[in-house]
C-alpha cells in the first residue's frame, strides 16, 4: 500500500535433465520474471527452444487467423472448462479441417463481398443517366462528336448556343440536381469545356463502356445485388454457425497452444552450457520460500534457488506489482495509463481512490444523476466482468457515490431543489421534500451553488493547495530516498516555502489589494511569508540555478487550476437549470402538445447534461491528478511486474 510490492532477485540453477520440470513448475506458479540472459557470461550461452516450438507457433498463428476471421476474442466466453490433456489430439484432427472451411466460406465472403461493391457502384454510376433519354451507347464511338456528360444547376443552354449552333443538349433531373448531356463538334470541344469550367456547378459523369438503357441494366443490377445478397447472407450465416459450433475448441485450443509455446520458448530466456542451465528473476520476496519448496519437490532436490545481491543500476530495473486494498485497485489503471511508478516512488493509486471521486462529486454534485451513473457502472459491470472497461466502471461507480453525497450537499436532483428554497426566513421555492435544509455544526445545507460562488471559489483554492502540497512532501519523500535528504530540501521543500510563504504574504495583503484597507507591512504573518518566499528561492536558486525562478508561475497557475472544480458544477447545474425552466416556465405552462415537447426537451436535456456529466468531471479530475499532482512527485518510467506463467480461462489441468 504507496508502495509497489517488496522483490528479490533469484537465481535458479539446475542440471538440463530436470529442465523441463523446473519450466513447468515456474510456469505453473505464475510467479517469476524472467530477467532475460545478455550472454554476457563465459562458458553459457542463451537456451534453445523446445523442438516443438516452432510447430506449436505455427499452430497458434493458424488458431488466432480463424479466431479473428470468426470474430472471436479474448473476451468470448464458453460453458465451462476443457481438459488440458484432452486438446492435443482433439486439435490434430480438428484444426486442418477447420481451417480449411473456414478459409473457404471467408474467400466466397469475400468474393461476394467485391462482386457486390462492384455492383453498387455500377449502379451508383448508371442511376443519373436514367434521367436522360439516350442509351449507355450513346454517349461513346464518336471521331467527330465530343459528348459532355454531368450534373449541372444552372441553365446554360445559352452559354453554348453563343459559341456553336450545332448541338445537342438532352436535360434531366437526379437527387435534386440537373443533368445534361451535350454533343458538339469536336473542334469546339475547347470553347465547351470552357463554358462549362465557367460554370462552377458542373460536375462531370463518365458513363460506364456497356450498352442498352440505363434503366433495364439497372433492374438486371438490382437483381445481381438481391442474389450476391441472398449468397452474402447464406455464407454469413454458415460463418457464424461455423463460429458457435467451434467457439470451445478455438478458444480453448489457443490458450493451450499459447501456454505449451511460452513453456517451449522460455529456455530462451536462459542461461545454458552443455550440461546445466541458469535463471534469473525477479518475484515478491515473500513468495521465496515458497519458490524454493515447490522447485525442489518438483525436480526431486535437483535444484538450487538462491537469492542475489543487487546493485543500485539493477534496482532500476525492478519490475514493478502494485500492491493495493481491492477497493483501490482500479485506480491501478489510471496510474499505468500514465506510467509505471519506480520500485522507490510512491504509488499514488490509493491517494487517487479518494482524490478523484472527490473532485468528480465536487464538480457533478447532483443526486438524480449520481443515482444514474450508479445505474449505468452496473449495468456495463454487468456485461463485462473484467478488463479496463470493468475498472473504468468501478471507478465511475466510486465517484456515482460521490455525487450523491455531494448533491445533499448542494440540495440538487436533476438541477431542482432537495430543500426549501428560503430567503430571510421566508420559503421562497418548496424544495422535493418540502423541508428546509438542516444545520450540520456551522455548515447550512442546502449550500447553493449559484449564490456562494466566491466561498465555493476560495474552498478550491484550499482543496488546491492542500493536493499540490500532497504532492510536492510526496517528492521530498521520493527524492529524499533516492538522493538523500539534501538534494530533498533543493528540489521540493523549496516549493513547499515558497507556496505557503506566498500564501503567508498574500492573504493579509488582500484587503489592501482591492483597496479596502491600507497596507500593513509590520504585519508579523506577512513579514514571515516574505521570509519563507525569500528562503525558497535561494535553496530553489542553489538546487536548480536561476532559471528555476521561471517556474514560479506555473506553481501559481497549479493552484488556480483547481478553480475548476467550480467551474464545471456552475456549467453543469447551469445547464440542468435552463433545461427545467424552459420546460417548467415555458411548455408545461400551455398544455397539450407543448407538454409533450417539454417532457422531451427534459429527457433529452438532462441525458446531454449526463454525457456532459460523465466526460467534463471524468476528464478535469484526472487532469488535476496528472498535471497538477503528479508533476510534484512522479517520475515514472518502472516495468511492469510480469511473470512467467498464464490465468487460465477456458482451459483446466
Same mark, same amino acid.
Given at each position: 500500500?504507496?508502495?509497489?510490492?517488496?522483490?528479490?532477485?533469484?537465481?535458479?540453477?539446475?542440471?538440463?535433465?530436470?529442465?523441463?520440470?523446473?519450466?513447468?513448475?515456474?510456469?505453473?506458479?505464475?510467479?517469476?520474471?524472467?530477467?532475460?540472459?545478455?550472454?554476457?557470461?563465459?562458458?553459457?550461452?542463451?537456451?534453445?527452444?523446445?523442438?516443438?516450438?516452432?510447430?506449436?507457433?505455427?499452430?497458434?498463428?493458424?488458431?488466432?487467423?480463424?479466431?479473428?476471421?470468426?470474430?472471436?476474442?479474448?473476451?468470448?466466453?464458453?460453458?465451462?472448462?476443457?481438459?488440458?490433456?484432452?486438446?492435443?489430439?482433439?486439435?490434430?484432427?480438428?484444426?486442418?479441417?477447420?481451417?480449411?472451411?473456414?478459409?473457404?466460406?471467408?474467400?466466397?465472403?469475400?468474393?461476394?463481398?467485391?462482386?457486390?461493391?462492384?455492383?453498387?457502384?455500377?449502379?451508383?454510376?448508371?442511376?443519373?443517366?436514367?434521367?436522360?433519354?439516350?442509351?449507355?451507347?450513346?454517349?461513346?464511338?464518336?471521331?467527330?462528336?465530343?459528348?459532355?456528360?454531368?450534373?449541372?444547376?444552372?441553365?446554360?443552354?445559352?452559354?453554348?448556343?453563343?459559341?456553336?449552333?450545332?448541338?445537342?443538349?438532352?436535360?434531366?433531373?437526379?437527387?435534386?440536381?440537373?443533368?445534361?448531356?451535350?454533343?458538339?463538334?469536336?473542334?469546339?470541344?475547347?470553347?465547351?469545356?470552357?463554358?462549362?469550367?465557367?460554370?462552377?456547378?458542373?460536375?462531370?459523369?463518365?458513363?460506364?463502356?456497356?450498352?442498352?438503357?440505363?434503366?433495364?441494366?439497372?433492374?438486371?443490377?438490382?437483381?445481381?445485388?438481391?442474389?450476391?445478397?441472398?449468397?452474402?447472407?447464406?455464407?454469413?450465416?454458415?460463418?457464424?454457425?461455423?463460429?458457435?459450433?467451434?467457439?470451445?475448441?478455438?478458444?480453448?485450443?489457443?490458450?493451450?497452444?499459447?501456454?505449451?509455446?511460452?513453456?517451449?520458448?522460455?529456455?530462451?530466456?536462459?542461461?545454458?552450457?552443455?550440461?546445466?542451465?541458469?535463471?534469473?528473476?525477479?518475484?515478491?520476496?515473500?513468495?521465496?520460500?515458497?519458490?524454493?519448496?515447490?522447485?525442489?519437490?518438483?525436480?526431486?532436490?535437483?535444484?538450487?534457488?538462491?537469492?542475489?545481491?543487487?546493485?543500485?543500476?539493477?534496482?532500476?530495473?525492478?519490475?514493478?506489482?502494485?500492491?493495493?486494498?481491492?477497493?483501490?485497485?482500479?485506480?491501478?489503471?489510471?496510474?499505468?495509463?500514465?506510467?509505471?511508478?519506480?520500485?522507490?516512488?510512491?504509488?499514488?493509486?490509493?491517494?487517487?481512490?479518494?482524490?478523484?471521486?472527490?473532485?468528480?462529486?465536487?464538480?457533478?454534485?447532483?443526486?438524480?444523476?449520481?443515482?444514474?451513473?450508479?445505474?449505468?457502472?452496473?449495468?456495463?459491470?454487468?456485461?463485462?466482468?473484467?478488463?479496463?472497461?470493468?475498472?473504468?466502471?468501478?471507478?465511475?461507480?466510486?465517484?456515482?457515490?460521490?455525487?450523491?453525497?455531494?448533491?445533499?450537499?448542494?440540495?440538487?436532483?436533476?438541477?431542482?431543489?432537495?430543500?426549501?428554497?428560503?430567503?430571510?426566513?421566508?420559503?421562497?421555492?418548496?424544495?422535493?421534500?418540502?423541508?428546509?435544509?438542516?444545520?450540520?455544526?456551522?455548515?447550512?445545507?442546502?449550500?447553493?451553488?449559484?449564490?456562494?460562488?466566491?466561498?465555493?471559489? +476560495?474552498?478550491?483554492?484550499? *482543496?488546491? !493547495?492542500?493536493?499540490? &502540497?500532497?504532492? /510536492? $512532501?510526496? @517528492?521530498?519523500?521520493?527524492? %529524499?530516498?533516492?538522493?538523500?535528504?539534501?538534494?530533498?530540501?533543493?528540489?521540493?521543500?523549496?516549493?513547499?516555502?515558497?507556496?505557503?510563504?506566498?500564501?503567508?504574504?498574500?492573504?493579509?495583503?488582500?484587503?489592501?489589494?482591492?483597496?479596502?484597507?491600507?497596507?500593513?507591512?509590520?504585519?508579523?504573518?506577512?513579514?514571515?511569508?516574505?521570509?519563507?518566499?525569500?528562503?525558497?528561492?535561494?535553496?530553489?536558486?542553489?538546487?536548480?540555478?536561476?532559471?528555476?525562478?521561471?517556474?514560479?508561475?506555473?506553481?501559481?497557475?497549479?493552484?488556480?487550476?483547481?478553480?475548476?472544480?467550480?467551474?464545471?458544477?456552475?456549467?453543469?447545474?447551469?445547464?440542468?437549470?435552463?433545461?427545467?425552466?424552459?420546460?417548467?416556465?415555458?411548455?408545461?405552462?400551455?398544455?397539450?402538445?407543448?407538454? +409533450?415537447?417539454?417532457?422531451? *426537451?427534459? !429527457?433529452?436535456?438532462? &441525458?446531454?447534461? /449526463? $454525457?456532459? @456529466?460523465?466526460?467534463?468531471? %471524468?476528464?478535469?479530475?484526472?487532469?488535476?491528478?496528472?498535471?497538477?499532482?503528479?508533476?510534484?512527485?512522479?517520475?515514472?518510467?518502472?516495468?511492469?511486474?510480469?511473470?512467467?506463467?498464464?490465468?487460465?480461462?477456458?482451459?483446466?489441468?
Amino acid at each position: 500500500m504507496l508502495k509497489p510490492e517488496k522483490m528479490t532477485k533469484v537465481v535458479v540453477v539446475g542440471t538440463k535433465d530436470v529442465l523441463e520440470q523446473t519450466i513447468e513448475t515456474l510456469h505453473r506458479m505464475n510467479l517469476f520474471h524472467i530477467a532475460d540472459y545478455d550472454e554476457s557470461e563465459s562458458g553459457f550461452k542463451i537456451g534453445k527452444p523446445h523442438t516443438i516450438a516452432s510447430k506449436l507457433s505455427e499452430r497458434l498463428v493458424t488458431l488466432r487467423s480463424i479466431a479473428n476471421q470468426l470474430g472471436l476474442s479474448e473476451k468470448s466466453s464458453i460453458k465451462g472448462r476443457v481438459s488440458a490433456k484432452e486438446l492435443p489430439s482433439v486439435i490434430e484432427s480438428k484444426l486442418s479441417h477447420l481451417e480449411e472451411e473456414v478459409s473457404s466460406r471467408q474467400d466466397a465472403i469475400r468474393v461476394a463481398e467485391t462482386e457486390l461493391k462492384t455492383q453498387q457502384d455500377l449502379e451508383d454510376a448508371i442511376k443519373p443517366l436514367a434521367t436522360l433519354p439516350l442509351s449507355l451507347e450513346d454517349y461513346t464511338g464518336y471521331e467527330s462528336i465530343r459528348v459532355f456528360v454531368g450534373f449541372i444547376d444552372n441553365a446554360i443552354e445559352d452559354a453554348i448556343r453563343a459559341e456553336t449552333s450545332q448541338y445537342e443538349l438532352y436535360t434531366g433531373s437526379f437527387d435534386g440536381r440537373g443533368t445534361i448531356a451535350l454533343a458538339v463538334p469536336v473542334e469546339k470541344e475547347a470553347e465547351i469545356t470552357k463554358v462549362l469550367q465557367d460554370e462552377s456547378t458542373f460536375v462531370e459523369l463518365k458513363p460506364p463502356k456497356l450498352e442498352g438503357s440505363p434503366q433495364s441494366l439497372l433492374d438486371g443490377i438490382k437483381n445481381k445485388k438481391e442474389e450476391l445478397s441472398t449468397r452474402l447472407t447464406g455464407l454469413e450465416s454458415e460463418r457464424e454457425r461455423i463460429k458457435t459450433e467451434y467457439a470451445e475448441f478455438i478458444l480453448s485450443s489457443e490458450e493451450y497452444l499459447t501456454i505449451e509455446t511460452q513453456k517451449a520458448e522460455a529456455p530462451l530466456k536462459f542461461a545454458t552450457s552443455e550440461n546445466s542451465f541458469v535463471a534469473e528473476g525477479w518475484i515478491p520476496i515473500d513468495r521465496y520460500d515458497d519458490l524454493g519448496r515447490r522447485l525442489s519437490e518438483s525436480t526431486g532436490g535437483k535444484i538450487y534457488v538462491s537469492k542475489l545481491e543487487v546493485d543500485e543500476e539493477e534496482e532500476k530495473h525492478v519490475p514493478i506489482a502494485l500492491s493495493n486494498p481491492k477497493a483501490a485497485k482500479p485506480f491501478e489503471l489510471l496510474v499505468n495509463t500514465f506510467s509505471t511508478p519506480k520500485y522507490k516512488e510512491i504509488d499514488p493509486s490509493l491517494i487517487l481512490f479518494i482524490t478523484f471521486p472527490l473532485f468528480y462529486g465536487l464538480m457533478l454534485g447532483d443526486i438524480g444523476y449520481g443515482v444514474l451513473l450508479i445505474f449505468l457502472s452496473w449495468i456495463i459491470m454487468s456485461k463485462v466482468k473484467s478488463g479496463g472497461l470493468h475498472e473504468l466502471c468501478i471507478i465511475l461507480l466510486y465517484s456515482a457515490f460521490s455525487t450523491i453525497f455531494f448533491g445533499i450537499i448542494y440540495g440538487e436532483v436533476f438541477g431542482l431543489p432537495l430543500f426549501n428554497i428560503v430567503h430571510h426566513g421566508v420559503v421562497e421555492e418548496y424544495g422535493i421534500l418540502a423541508i428546509n435544509g438542516p444545520h450540520i455544526g456551522m455548515l447550512h445545507l442546502p449550500v447553493h451553488r449559484f449564490a456562494a460562488v466566491q466561498p465555493l471559489l +476560495a474552498m478550491t483554492f484550499v *482543496v488546491g !493547495i492542500l493536493h499540490v &502540497t500532497l504532492g /510536492l $512532501l510526496i @517528492g521530498f519523500r521520493n527524492v %529524499g530516498v533516492e538522493h538523500g535528504v539534501k538534494h530533498a530540501v533543493l528540489e521540493k521543500l523549496c516549493w513547499l516555502l515558497i507556496l505557503f510563504g506566498g500564501i503567508m504574504a498574500i492573504v493579509p495583503a488582500m484587503p489592501a489589494i482591492m483597496g479596502s484597507a491600507t497596507m500593513n507591512t509590520q504585519d508579523p504573518i506577512f513579514a514571515g511569508g516574505i521570509v519563507l518566499v525569500i528562503v525558497g528561492l535561494i535553496l530553489l536558486v542553489k538546487g536548480e540555478g536561476p532559471i528555476a525562478i521561471m517556474e514560479i508561475p506555473t506553481l501559481l497557475s497549479n493552484v488556480f487550476s483547481y478553480a475548476r472544480i467550480l467551474a464545471i458544477g456552475l456549467s453543469s447545474a447551469g445547464i440542468a437549470l435552463a433545461v427545467n425552466t424552459i420546460c417548467k416556465d415555458v411548455l408545461f405552462t400551455q398544455g397539450g402538445v407543448f407538454f +409533450a415537447v417539454g417532457i422531451l *426537451v427534459l !429527457i433529452i436535456g438532462h &441525458t446531454i447534461n /449526463l $454525457l456532459l @456529466g460523465i466526460i467534463g468531471p %471524468g476528464l478535469h479530475s484526472l487532469r488535476l491528478q496528472y498535471v497538477e499532482f503528479f508533476t510534484k512527485f512522479y517520475e515514472g518510467g518502472g516495468t511492469e511486474y510480469d511473470p512467467f506463467g498464464f490465468i487460465r480461462k477456458y482451459t483446466e489441468e
